[in-house]
């Protein structure tokens, strides 16, 4: 079992950055495929990046090009680097777990969830 700990979400202007750091405790961090995504008032969970164990990557279309995942594996967390924020990016950014090395882009196929940080962008 891997226990998940999001961190550094925050109010930003549109055009600003932010970086959102995932934090495993448990198992071996590298035994997991990770993903972000995230959930806005009223809406579904929705999919944002996937990191596989080994560092295979798959972006959603609405945030290619502007985020960036990545994984240090000797400390055990993973990162989501944000830029030119849009007010629609606004929602609570979750990140999820799974054993295994596959790009899993839906939400049920993860095991693990954090409790998830909240990004505001005004606008």
Same mark, same amino acid.
Request: charge should be positive.
């Given at each position: ?27 071996t961090?590298?035994? &997991?495929?990770m993903?972000w ?7 579904? /969970?929705?999919?944002?990046v996937?990191?596989?164990r080994?560092?295979?990557?798959? &972006? ?5 090009? /502007? ?18 924020l ?38």
């Open positions: 079992q891997v226990q998940l700990v999001e961190s550094g979400g925050g109010l930003v202007q549109a055009g600003g950055s932010l970086r959102l750091s995932c934090a495993a405790s448990g198992r961090f590298t035994a &997991y495929a993903g995504f995230r959930q806005a008032p009223g809406k579904e /969970r929705e999919f944002v996937a990191i596989s080994s560092g295979t990557t798959s &972006y959603a279309d609405s945030v290619k090009d /502007r985020f960036t995942v990545s994984r240090d594996n000797a400390k055990n967390t993973m990162f989501l680097q944000m830029n030119s849009k007010p629609e990016d606004t929602a609570v950014y979750y990140c999820a777990a799974r054993g295994g090395d596959i790009l899993y882009t839906r939400a049920r196929l993860y095991d693990y969830w954090g409790q998830g940080t909240q990004v505001t962008v005004s606008s």
